[in-house]
């Protein structure tokens, strides 16, 4: 644990681990080297620990003095992180370490997401059971994998061998909110058939770039256009002046991840570019007064070549229709909760090859409304002759009235600070719902040092939160 780039900040043990997690490439499905890293730090300090054969990884921590009759503490994050980067950044996120650093402020990766989503958790949790002298109870850490793509590591993961019952997830992001309770959600995927052949004419590039982006769960009410819609738009106002043929088209990486760009090809005969770009020149304008995104680009290019491998016009048209019709965003708000978003999904995913592929991430704090959503979206794609599936279904993680752990926190937040933590629910999806299916009575809550921009480029982890959350985290602690 070789801190270069951050040596110097504090909590040192903290960030030193943070930045050896960040030197593994750990992507979700990308997680077997880190998996056999957090083994080998059990090892090197004689913890027992649990690696499944998902690689997710339980590290048991014995308590230090005076706290060998309490009961067990959980503390949980996950492992992976959503791999983003920017066009011109040369990192192989597969295989290459991150590019970190620091500004005296915040943690970032130069054109790369960070990670702080959530190798935090994992470095704090290293951090306190590699440090025996820091008062605590009996410690149980589960350290999950592939959350970011489905909650598939705590789906999985096999919890018998737990006695805790209270339960410490560090997997927010905003310091002084402490959330307990959160949506329930799935990935709904749309195929479409399509027929391709051999096109001839003038081949014309259009793009949709500069968007925020941002988190699914955490950010979709916050007025930021989805890239993939936008280019739906697009190719329904061009197609209104020609007939199309599409040979590419691609949105998006992640399901969870709002789309900041767009791009396709098409074979577009006897258009001029000039149009196309007066029709783009109008959307962004649109784009730039409907929503939240000041730096939008919409524009059409020229493509060296004269047709190629397409779609037939009448395939071209039930694309574009669909990416019309596809539902995105806000759905419905909680009646409970002001300003909670209750149900909502985002078509995050949209490719083209074979077939074209449209992947949503679902999400919904009450159980009937997420059903429906997903069904809507079953009936669109028999509506254009598609095909439908669903994984990664995972529930909501409901509110528990009486709560000691809480209580604690709440107590010990305002002893520290003199003023209240916020007490939320919130719309994104964690692993304690997951977790408390199998582990009966579980008393949970989740916390986290400031974040901003997280699954973007523009990740940034506030160094000065960071310690105070660390310093909160063990006050915590010595309470239970």
Not at 24 to 36: E, R, V
Not at 369 to 398: I, T, V
Not at 467 to 476: C, Q
């Amino acid at each position: 644990m070789d801190a270069i780039k951050l040596a110097g900040l504090e909590p040192a043990n903290v960030f030193g681990y943070f930045e050896a997690l960040c030197a593994i490439p750990h992507g979700s499905g990308n997680t077997k080297a880190i998996s056999d890293y957090l083994v080998g730090f059990a090892k090197d300090h004689g913890l027992a620990y649990v690696q499944d054969e998902l690689n997710n990884v339980i590290l048991f921590g014995e308590a230090t003095c005076g706290y060998e009759d309490h009961a067990p503490v959980i503390l949980q994050g996950h492992m992976d992180m959503v791999c983003e980067k920017d066009a011109d950044c040369p990192i192989d996120l597969e295989k290459d370490g991150l590019d970190v650093t620091h500004d005296g402020q915040a943690v970032f990766a130069r054109g790369t997401t960070l990670g702080g989503d959530d190798g935090i958790a994992v470095a704090y949790a290293l951090a306190l059971l590699a440090d025996k002298s820091i008062p605590h109870p009996p410690l149980e850490v589960i350290i999950t994998v592939d959350e970011e793509t489905g909650m598939f590591g705590a789906a999985g993961i096999e919890l018998s061998a737990l006695r805790g019952r209270t339960m410490i997830n560090i997997d927010s992001e905003d310091e002084g909110v402490f959330t307990v309770s959160c949506a329930g959600g799935a990935r709904g995927t749309i195929t479409l058939p399509v027929e391709r052949r051999t096109v001839y004419g003038p081949c014309v590039r259009l793009t949709v770039e500069g968007l925020q982006g941002g988190h699914s769960g955490v950010e979709i009410h916050k007025n930021r256009a989805n890239a993939t819609k936008v280019m739906g738009e697009f190719l329904s106002r061009v197609e209104k002046l020609m007939p199309l043929c599409l040979t590419k088209l691609s949105g998006g990486t992640k399901d969870n991840a709002i789309p900041r760009s767009c791009q396709v090809t098409l074979v577009a005969m006897g258009i001029h570019l000039e149009r196309i770009n007066d029709i783009a020149q109008q959307l962004e304008q649109e784009i730039r007064e409907r929503y939240d995104e000041p730096e939008v680009r919409i524009y059409g290019d020229d493509v060296d070549a004269l047709g190629g491998n397409a779609l037939t016009t009448a395939d071209t048209s039930k694309v574009i229709a669909l990416l019309c019709a596809a539902p995105n965003g806000v759905q419905s708000w909680s009646q409970d909760i002001a300003g909670l978003v209750q149900t909502s999904l985002n078509l995050g995913i949209a490719a083209l090859d074979k077939e074209l592929t449209l992947t949503f991430s679902v999400r919904s704090s009450v159980n009937e409304e997420k059903r429906a959503l997903l069904a809507r979206l079953k009936e669109l794609a028999d509506f254009y002759d598609g095909n439908y599936s669903e994984m990664g279904d995972y529930p909501s993680w409901e509110y528990k009235k009486d709560s000691h752990l809480r209580d604690t926190m709440v107590r010990v937040y305002r002893q520290m600070y003199g003023r209240d933590a916020q007490v939320v629910a919130i719309h994104a999806g964690l692993e304690c719902g997951l977790l408390g299916e199998k582990l009966p009575g579980l008393d949970c809550v989740s916390i986290g040092p400031d974040m901003a921009d997280i699954h973007t480029s523009r990740e940034r982890l506030d160094i000065a939160s960071t310690k105070r959350t660390w310093e909160f985290l063990l006050e915590v602690l010595k309470a239970l």
